[in-house]
T-cell receptor
Framework: EDQVTQSPEALRLQEGESSSLNCSYT??????LFWYRQDPGKGPEFLFT???AGEEKEKERLKATLTKKESFLHITAPKPEDSATYLC???????????FGSGTKLNVKP | DAGVTQSPTHLIKTRGQQVTLRCSPK?????VSWYQQALGQGPQFIFQ???????QRGNFPDRFSGHQFPNYSSELNVNALLLGDSALYLC?????????????FGSGTQLSVL
């Protein structure tokens, strides 16, 4: 069964304290892995797409990496405005169907 | 570009009632997918519409139905509401021009069933 698991469920960091979020997946026919940011009461906002093992993408303080079994979202020197829930999703199959993890809720304290 | 728009933003219903949620996709997109997001969970796929037909469906009962119009906008209908249907309902649009294209989400409709 296709499955996406994110860890940890919640993460509290001090401003400037770097860390990583994990997304492990078991899907057949992976087409892509996506990272989204979601603020409370809002829809997910696209961050990155990764398509093949070894690929990396960066945007400001965020860097996403992909292996054959998992992806990491590295956060370098986070700021309070990085506080949000980060969702991982995998795209599989012949249609644009996404399987989402439950997310990691990040709280960055000043 | 208005992006994906959903209406209403909030809705309160009672058990047994029926509800209709609406979505307009991002300009240039022809595919609409609906997701249900319970509190503290990731979005769960309900179904996808393309060329006015339901093309794929997740593990949701027949109480959940939808429609896509010629202008690509879409509706999600839920009949015989249950308390467990309370959730954030997200609409996402994409284009069939490239099957690797990312989903763009609306801000969602927060449905509360009392």
């Amino acid at each position: 069964e296709d499955q996406v698991t994110q860890s940890p469920e919640a993460l509290r960091l001090q401003e400037g304290e770097s860390s990583s979020l994990n997304c492990s997946y078991t899907v057949s026919g992976l087409r892509g892995l996506f990272w989204y940011r979601q603020d409370p009461g809002k829809g997910p906002e696209f961050l990155f797409t990764l398509y093949s093992a070894g690929e990396e993408k960066e945007k400001e303080r965020l860097k996403a990496t992909l292996t054959k079994k998992e992806s990491f979202l590295h956060i370098t020197a986070p700021k309070p405005e990085d506080s949000a829930t980060y969702l991982c999703a995998v795209q599989a199959g012949n249609f644009n169907k996404f399987y989402f993890g439950s997310g990691t809720k990040l709280n960055v304290k000043p | 570009d208005a992006g994906v728009t959903q209406s209403p933003t909030h809705l309160i219903k009672t058990r047994g009632q029926q509800v209709t949620l609406r979505c307009s996709p991002k300009s240039g997109h022809d595919t609409v997918s609906w997701y249900q997001q319970a509190l503290g969970q990731g979005p769960q796929f309900i179904f996808q519409y393309y060329e006015e037909e339901e093309r794929q469906r997740g593990n949701f009962p027949d109480r959940f139905s939808g429609h896509q119009f010629p202008n690509y906008s879409s509706e999600l209908n839920v009949n015989a509401l249950l308390l467990g249907d309370s959730a954030l309902y997200l609409c996402a649009s994409s284009s069939q021009q490239g099957l690797k294209e990312k989903l763009f989400f609306g801000s969602g409709t927060q449905l509360s069933v009392l």
